[in-house]
């Protein structure tokens, strides 16, 4: 089985305090992969050290079949998109803005994508905060656009790190739509969350 994500003997301490100590885990390629755990586990610390966002101490890990280092990092990111808790957004730009400006570096911008973009801020209802600072927007329309502009950039693995946090119930509803369809295309999305039944009856592996 050809594995999205492989991680081996993890380790990751914030000075004394050993957060992951020997981490394993293989993720399937074209699954929905679900970390569960409580808060304060270590799971953003984890999202973090896999999106290369922190240093880890120890160990390996490999995405779609490269190994994250300095020297395949650039080529990495290219196939993976996350939306973490909270999102990293441009405060300052326009949710327009901000979304062409990530897709252009991803290399995925053209002819269709304002099409793509209105349609799919349109299914999230935050078209209305379409020219509105990012700034000005509530949590869960913040969470709404770093998702929609996740998608967008079209990643072969999409780390989603308690997606459904603050989004009423309606947008998690179409949010699991979309990974399902996501799923469909052979896109491998790794999820955490804190909460078992947010994610049991979505996912194919939970951990």
């Known amino acids: 089985m050809k594995h999205a994500l492989s991680v081996i003997e993890l ?6 305090d050993t957060v992951l100590r020997g981490l394993n885990l293989d993720v399937p390629s074209g699954s929905i992969f679900g970390l569960i755990g409580p808060n304060g586990a270590g799971k953003s610390t984890f999202i973090g050290c896999l999106t290369g ?6 160990g390996q890990i ?5 190994e994250l280092n300095a020297a395949n990092e650039l080529l990495i990111k290219k196939d993976v998109a996350s939306v973490l808790q909270p999102p990293l957004l441009f405060e300052n730009f326009t ?8 897709c252009e570096m991803y290399g995925t911008s053209g002819d269709e994508l304002n099409d793509k973009i209105k349609s799919l801020f349109t299914y999230f209802e935050i078209d209305e905060y379409l020219y509105v600072k990012v700034r000005q927007l509530s949590s869960g329309s913040r969470k709404k656009l770093a998702f929609c ?4 950039t079209e990643p072969k693995l999409l780390f989603l790190d308690e997606p459904f946090e603050s989004v009423d119930v309606i947008s998690i509803g179409r949010m699991k739509t979309v990974i399902r369809k996501l799923r469909d295309q052979g896109i491998t999305v790794f999820i955490t969350s804190h909460i078992l039944e947010v994610v049991e009856n979505l996912c194919d592996d939970i951990a």
């Open 11 to 16: 380790t990751k301490a914030y000075e004394s």
């Open 62 to 66: 490999v995405i779609n079949g490269r």
């Open 95 to 102: 949710s327009y803005e901000f979304t062409t400006y990530v």
């Open 53 to 58: 966002l922190l240093e880890k101490d120890k």
């Open 149 to 152: 502009t996740a998608i967008l």
